[in-house]
């Protein structure tokens, strides 16, 4: 376990306080490589007598590790500080506004979750090849084990240096503890990058091809090492000190490798990326993998996200004011170049959707702006851009082949990584440090990505219209401040300008509460950021300014 805490007159070193981290047991007819881990240190010294037993305790890394990153931060920091969903309640709105500081309990979520990741991982990179190698156990299985490890640690630390810029690296903390080392230096930017991608490295060299369903293979770590070198080539057109422009070709090399030799195809469908029964789908490269076993074992992203009681059939559903932004929207449209794009209703529900996979017992379900119950109560409220959230909602046990969805515990699993994201990752490291591309491999990656939605190819693409396409296919999967952070190393005053461009308190209101159009658009009016209504006098929340002191995450305090 650590925690955090950083003074005014300490802002060189964080304080940890680390104890070992019990690896919890999993199991699951669903997850079937999640099983029995030891808890006690003790039987650690007579495990990993073999490869079961080493992959048993590997598989303590896949899912309820991540819960802490995964349950509020990863959305709050990656869909709603990105300006793509529109989301102004609490300590959870602070990520909307820009108004949190080192106090907020959700960014102390998040640095703690990546640490949990870290420690778990670090149980197994410390102990298990000794162990292992005194049982005899082959060496190509001991770096398959470490591969799984370091895959995780690497992505974790890989979060860190793009949320935060700077943290501290931590190797055998239980030497660290005996020998009462609990203060710890942040390291620098550069450090972390590069430890990342050392441990990446390390397993796309040692994982396997293949493995079962949810495990990560070589070709998940080549993929996350084509991202890792982009944020460094971008830095590098900006004018930084880190990366260079051959970081281009090498993240080119790892996402061409992965497209072509990996075996993984794009998905047939894009909604059905998001349907529980599709989720070991051939374009998943990497995704934590969530089971029905109660709270911390699942997603909660569907309780989080859910408008209403009717689309989740139990009483979790806390997303009814939760929407996408009229940024967003916009820019759907814009993208779309008049045709109707596949992926909006996988993404986000608008006026007259109808998805005949949710609420089957009712013959599934029609999004309304507003819905009455039959004595006329609004059982169903207007969100403030006339939208509701889609993705990551799965509707409940009957609809999901008796998985029991309940407990906010949605068995679907958080895409960390699909091969849809390489593709477009595969465009921008071949544009490189030009403003569009014209022909070649890079375009056609993109356009495949465009005719699964149902677009017109491009004959050339921009960079802005390709990061506009990434902010579409990725929408609501944590990723668009990934990208945005790209931006801002590429170009800091133009990803500053798209941030403070993007209005995102714009809001809808009711032109005259007493018309018949409540479940008409035509009955409600735009009313831009930081103005009033000219019709009922109603007040937009204020505009939110970017600033590049925003551009990075307070490190959290106690």
Same mark, same amino acid.
């Given at each position: ?62 899912? &309820? ?46 640095? +703690? ?101 949810? &495990? ?35 993240? /080119? ?43 911390? @074992? ?7 996200? /859910? ?46 959707? @109808? ?146 461009? +993007? ?56």
């Amino acid at each position: 376990m650590l925690t955090s805490k950083m003074t005014t007159t300490m802002k060189k070193y964080t304080k940890y306080f680390l104890t070992a981290v019990l690896l919890t047991a999993f199991s699951s007819c669903k997850e079937d490589f999640l099983e029995y881990v030891p808890e006690d240190r003790p039987t650690v010294n007579s495990w990993y007598r073999n490869k079961s037993e080493i992959r048993q305790a590997t598989a303590s890394m896949y899912g &309820r590790v991540w819960w802490s990153v995964n349950d509020q931060f990863s959305w709050l920091a990656g869909d709603v500080m990105s300006g793509d969903m529109h989301h102004n309640w609490d300590a959870e709105g602070q990520f909307f506004y820009m108004s949190f500081n080192e106090s907020n309990q959700y960014i102390a979520q998040g640095w +703690q979750g990546f640490y949990d990741v870290i420690s778990f991982a670090n149980l197994i990179i410390d102990d298990m090849p000794t162990i292992a190698s005194g049982y005899g156990v082959d060496q190509t299985v001991i770096n398959e084990g470490l591969g799984e490890a370091r895959f995780m640690r690497g992505i974790a630390y890989f979060m860190l240096v793009e949320y935060w810029g700077e943290a501290p690296i931590i190797e055998k903390a239980a030497e660290k503890v005996a020998k009462g080392e609990l203060l710890l230096p942040k390291n620098t930017t550069a450090s972390l990058y590069e430890f990342a991608r050392r441990d990446l490295v390390f397993a796309a060299e040692n994982l396997p091809v293949t493995d079962d369903p949810g &495990r990560v293979t070589q070709w998940a770590a080549k993929g996350m090492l084509a991202k890792l070198h982009l944020s460094l080539a971008q830095r590098s057109v900006g004018g930084g000190s880190i990366g260079s422009a051959n970081d281009f070709t090498i993240a /080119a090399n790892y996402a061409a490798d992965v497209i072509n030799n990996s075996g993984r195809v794009l998905n047939s469908s894009y909604e059905d990326l998001f349907k529980v029964q599709n989720e070991h789908n051939p374009e998943i490269l990497f995704a934590p993998q969530l089971i029905n076993g109660g709270w911390g @074992f699942g997603s909660s992203r569907q309780a989080r996200f /859910a408008r209403s009681t009717i689309v989740t059939g139990d009483a979790t559903a806390w997303g009814s004011g939760k929407c996408a932004t009229v940024s967003l929207i916009n820019t759907v449209s814009s993208n779309a170049g008049g045709k109707t794009d596949l992926r909006r209703k996988a993404i986000y529900m608008q006026n007259g959707d @109808f998805y005949n996979y949710i609420s089957t017992e009712n013959g599934g379900y029609t999004y309304n702006i507003v819905t009455r119950d039959a004595d006329n109560n609004v059982i169903e409220g207007a969100t403030p851009t006339l939208t509701s959230l889609k993705k990551q909602i799965v509707g409940n046990d009957k609809d999901n082949g008796g998985y029991a969805i309940t407990n906010q515990d949605s068995p679907l699993d958080i895409y960390y990584l699909r091969l849809a994201d390489v593709y477009l990752l595969y465009a921008e490291a071949l544009m490189g440090s030009n403003n569009e591309l014209t022909s070649g491999p890079g375009l056609a990656a993109l356009n495949a990505v465009r005719a699964r939605a149902g677009l017109d190819p491009r004959s050339t693409v921009t960079y802005v219209q390709l990061f506009n396409e990434r902010r579409i296919e990725l929408a609501l999967e944590a990723q668009s401040w990934l990208d945005i952070k790209r931006r801002y190393y590429r170009n800091a005053t133009e990803a500053l300008n798209y941030l403070n461009a +993007q209005n995102r308190t714009d809001m809808y209101f009711r032109i005259d509460s007493d018309d018949a159009f409540e479940n008409d658009p035509a009955g409600y009016e735009l009313v831009p950021a930081g103005t009033t209504s000219p019709n009922n006098n109603q007040n937009t929340d204020p505009v939110v300014v970017f600033t590049a002191s925003k551009m990075r995450l307070p490190i959290p305090g106690n």
